[in-house]
C-alpha cells in the first residue's frame, strides 16, 4: 500500500511565500520520514528555490497550462516548471478553475510518471475528471475551503461518495479530500473514509506553530 499523502497548498498566503514559503519547506522536510507522503505545493515564483533546497519533500505546482514553448505570455509552461524542480501539480482548484479540456490537453503534454491532482468540488465533477485518468482526484466542497470545520466531519459523505464514483469509473485514481482539514484526527477519519490522503492549506499556513501541527498532521 502507498503512503497516504499529506499535501500542503501554499497558495498565495504572506506565511507561505517567499523566504517564508522556505522556511514552511524547511519545516515540512523534517517531517518526511514519517508514514506519509508529504508534498508541498507551491507559487511558481518559490518553485525553484524550494526545489532545489529539499531532499525528500515533494515540490509540486499550483497550476500548469497546456502550452509549450513559444508565444504564451505570462502562461505556466509544463517544461520550464519540471525543468525548474516541479514534481507534480495540482490543477483546477476551487480558486483556479480550468475547463475539462484544459485538464485533458494539460495530461497530454505532461510525463507519463508526472503526477497530476486534479480538484473537484463535488462528486458529479470527479466522475468527469476521472474519466482522464489523473494520477490523483481532490474532493474539496468550496463552501468548506478555509474554514474552521473539516470535510471529513462537515460532508463525510462526499468523501464516502466520492471514492466510490471515482473508483467505479476508473480504479486507478486515487482519491483525496480537503477543505477545513487541520489535524491528525481529520487526517485518520479521511482515511477511515476511503481517501489515500488530504489536501490542506489555511491548517499549516496559518498555525502559530508549524511544526506542532505537522507532526499531529503526520503522526
Ligand atoms: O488546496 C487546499 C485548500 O483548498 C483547502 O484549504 O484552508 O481549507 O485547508 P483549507
Known amino acids: 500500500m502507498d503512503k497516504p499523502l499529506i499535501v500542503v497548498n501554499f497558495k498565495t498566503y504572506e506565511s507561505a511565500s517567499g523566504q517564508s514559503a522556505e522556511d514552511l519547506a524547511a519545516s515540512m522536510e523534517k517531517f518526511t520520514n514519517r508514514n506519509f507522503r ?18 525528500n519533500l515533494e515540490v509540486w505546482s499550483q497550476h500548469l497550462d497546456p502550452v509549450g514553448k513559444g ?8 517544461e520550464s516548471a519540471i525543468y525548474r524542480g516541479a514534481v507534480g501539480t495540482i490543477i483546477n482548484h476551487a480558486e483556479h478553475k480550468v475547463s475539462i ?19 473537484a468540488a463535488d462528486v458529479s465533477e470527479a466522475i468527469e475528471l476521472a474519466k482522464l485518468n489523473p494520477t490523483f482526484i481532490a474532493v474539496e466542497p468550496p463552501e468548506l475551503i478555509g474554514g474552521d470545520i473539516s470535510v471529513t466531519t462537515a460532508d463525510p459523505s462526499i468523501v464516502t461518495d466520492t471514492v466510490k464514483a471515482v473508483k467505479s469509473v476508473n480504479s486507478n485514481v486515487r482519491v483525496l479530500c480537503g477543505a477545513g482539514v487541520k489535524n491528525g484526527s481529520d487526517v485518520r477519519k479521511a482515511i477511515e473514509l476511503g481517501a489515500e490522503g488530504v489536501l490542506l492549506a489555511s491548517g499549516v499556513t496559518k498555525a502559530e506553530d508549524v511544526n506542532a501541527v505537522l507532526d499531529d498532521l503526520s503522526s
Open 38 to 55: 508529504m508534498i508541498a505545493v507551491v507559487s511558481a515564483f518559490d518553485l525553484h528555490s524550494i526545489a532545489s533546497n529539499s531532499t
Open 71 to 78: 508565444s504564451y505570455t505570462g502562461w505556466l509552461e509544463p
Open 101 to 119: 479540456k484544459h485538464v485533458k490537453e494539460l495530461m497530454e503534454m505532461l510525463p507519463s510518471d508526472f503526477p497530476i491532482c486534479a480538484c
